[in-house]
């Protein structure tokens, strides 16, 4: 029984690293308005952003990236009925090895959304990131005016 149960063990072992090959971690997109530094995180996670506000993201792939450069879109409207083109559009390089991206202005100067969303207009938006033709993640927002 012993000899049988040590024949056993490997393929236990195989089967165990070939399941867990293929349950990566969904990727996550998550918009804030600061980062920590120390953690790797962005902190004061929100959907919704005056104009105004600082504008952090943080895009964790859950396993590497596998190319040198990954897509944002930027759409009009909810992901329901968002509009048929982007509104805006910007490419980000990435390491293969990486399955973390953080988009940030400085500490001093961070940059705010109107800025890094290219837009003046106040509404719902749908955020979406790609690997060439193949999405990633995507997150919905809402932009406010200032003076609210």
Do not use: W
Not at 80 to 106: E, M, W, Y
Request: with cysteine; net charge neutral; hydrophobic share 40%.
């Amino acid at each position: 029984m012993r000899r049988s149960s040590l024949f056993l063990l490997p393929l236990i072992a195989l089967s165990l690293i070939c399941t867990s090959c293929l349950l990566d971690d969904p990727a996550k997109l998550e918009l804030g308005r600061d980062y920590n530094g120390t953690t790797h995180h962005v902190m004061d996670v929100t959907q919704s952003f005056k104009l105004n506000d600082p504008l952090v993201l943080q895009l964790d792939n859950g396993k590497n990236f596998g190319v040198d450069s990954v897509e944002m879109r930027l759409y009009m409207g909810t992901k329901a009925a968002h509009s048929a083109s982007p509104t805006f559009a910007q490419k980000f390089r990435v390491k293969p090895t990486d399955r973390n991206l953080i988009v940030r202005g400085p500490v001093t100067n961070p940059i705010i959304a109107r800025n890094f969303l290219k837009t003046n207009e106040i509404g719902s938006y749908f955020l979406e990131f790609t690997n060439g033709t193949q999405v990633i993640t995507d997150a919905e927002l809402s932009l406010h005016n200032s003076k609210e």
